[in-house]
């Protein structure tokens, strides 16, 4: 499971005080830790405040907290890794993880939304929700900006981009002109295990559906459109492909949790098509299955989107309006 930036901070600070490394009457002070792991201030309070509830540290008259609960002397001095080491190796915060932790609650909130229409995201009332450092939020929305859910406005405000019909049919005739390409020049460089993996994968989907997951779903779709794509070994087609990412994100936050899932699977029969003809090394005819599953695919999506527009709830966060 993920681990917040607190999560990982509170394991390191624990390990040093139960370890020795931290002894007795230490000091501990905000932001000599926050530089120590490179994170901001707002997490170490958080996780200082929690050792002090649990009776591991204590408050005295200086600044910051001591080490233990009566220790007999303060002592002052600077901290280092090998403070937090056990077993010879020191504890790291992950802030890649923190963000990513916090991540799929919001592209769930603002996919949702941009089917709605047109919405304003406030980045500090975001970081305010989810209780998590300016820094964390601010990578987060860097994240949705890259695969083309929100624009920037103004220094707190961002736009949630509008998936409409228009923008739709927009994004799938990108793909349309992009993947065919790429799949056929991955069909010369992807290994037999990989689409054996690919191919197994999608007829224990079929066997089990739709006693499924919408993270499988994610994953199928992420096979196909993203890592066997990525073979195709142009990587300014896969950062213009990036953009058009809305498309998947769909079945992965509608599918399974907002709209039951469709009596008929809902693409594992086309992914297996092209994945086969990458199997038998016909580059061509995948991407010519590629590019008929991409047809069929969108007017599917466009009814999903009708459906939810139509007949869908969504509860509208905070940080969104």
């Given at each position: 499971?993920?681990?917040?930036?607190?999560?990982?901070?509170?394991?390191?600070?624990?390990?040093?005080?139960?370890?020795?490394?931290?002894?007795?009457?230490?000091?501990?002070?905000?932001?000599h830790?926050?530089?120590?792991?490179?994170?901001?201030?707002s997490?170490?309070?958080?996780?200082?405040?929690?050792?002090?509830?649990e009776?591991?540290?204590c408050r005295?008259?200086g600044?910051?907290?001591?080490?233990?609960?009566t220790?007999?002397?303060?002592?002052?001095?600077?901290?280092?890794?090998?403070?937090?080491?056990?077993?010879?190796?020191?504890?790291?915060?992950?802030?890649?993880?923190?963000?990513?932790?916090?991540?799929?609650?919001?592209?769930?909130?603002?996919?949702?939304?941009?089917?709605?229409?047109?919405?304003?995201?406030?980045?500090?009332?975001?970081?305010?929700?989810?209780?998590?450092?300016?820094?964390?939020?601010?990578?987060?929305?860097?994240?949705?900006?890259?695969?083309?859910?929100?624009?920037?406005?103004?220094?707190?405000?961002?736009?949630?981009?509008?998936?409409?019909?228009?923008?739709?049919?927009?994004?799938?005739?990108?793909?349309?002109?992009?993947?065919?390409?790429?799949?056929?020049?991955?069909?010369?460089?992807?290994?037999?295990?990989?689409?054996?993996?690919?191919?197994?994968?999608?007829?224990?989907?079929?066997?089990?559906?739709?006693?499924?997951?919408?993270?499988?779903?994610?994953?199928?779709?992420?096979?196909?459109?993203?890592?066997?794509?990525?073979?195709?070994?142009?990587?300014?087609?896969?950062?213009?492909?990036?953009?058009?990412?809305?498309?998947?994100?769909?079945?992965?936050?509608?599918?399974?949790?907002?709209?039951?899932f469709?009596?008929?699977?809902?693409?594992?029969?086309?992914?297996?098509?092209?994945?086969?003809?990458?199997?038998?090394?016909?580059?061509?005819?995948?991407?010519?299955?590629?590019?008929?599953?991409?047809?069929?695919?969108?007017?599917?999506?466009?009814?999903?989107?009708?459906?939810?527009?139509?007949?869908?709830?969504?509860?509208?966060?905070n940080?969104?309006?």
């Amino acid at each position: 499971m993920t681990k917040t930036l607190r999560d990982q901070l509170y394991a390191a600070l624990r390990q040093g005080i139960d370890g020795g490394g931290l002894e007795p009457g230490l000091v501990l002070l905000e932001g000599h830790i926050a530089k120590l792991f490179g994170i901001s201030r707002s997490p170490v309070r958080q996780t200082l405040s929690q050792l002090h509830d649990e009776c591991l540290i204590c408050r005295f008259e200086g600044r910051g907290y001591l080490v233990g609960v009566t220790p007999e002397e303060v002592v002052r001095r600077p901290l280092s890794e090998a403070d937090f080491q056990q077993s010879g190796q020191a504890p790291k915060v992950d802030r890649t993880v923190s963000w990513r932790a916090n991540l799929d609650s919001v592209e769930h909130d603002v996919v949702l939304c941009s089917i709605k229409g047109a919405f304003e995201l406030n980045e500090l009332q975001l970081s305010k929700t989810l209780n998590v450092s300016r820094t964390v939020a601010h990578q987060i929305m860097l994240h949705l900006q890259s695969i083309g859910l929100v624009e920037k406005i103004k220094y707190n405000s961002w736009n949630v981009v509008p998936l409409d019909d228009e923008r739709l049919h927009n994004l799938y005739e990108a793909r349309r002109q992009l993947e065919p390409y790429m799949i056929a020049r991955a069909a010369r460089n992807i290994s037999n295990n990989a689409l054996d993996g690919y191919i197994e994968k999608l007829h224990c989907a079929a066997k089990c559906y739709p006693a499924i997951e919408g993270e499988l779903l994610d994953e199928l779709e992420n096979d196909l459109h993203h890592t066997a794509i990525n073979l195709g070994g142009n990587q300014e087609i896969m950062n213009m492909l990036k953009r058009t990412h809305p498309i998947l994100l769909i079945s992965k936050h509608l599918l399974g949790r907002v709209l039951k899932f469709p009596d008929q699977d809902p693409f594992f029969d086309e992914h297996l098509r092209v994945f086969e003809k990458m199997r038998s090394r016909q580059p061509e005819k995948a991407g010519e299955a590629l590019l008929e599953h991409l047809t069929l695919s969108e007017s599917k999506v466009l009814d999903r989107l009708i459906h939810f527009r139509e007949s869908g709830g969504v509860v509208i966060p905070n940080y969104l309006r």
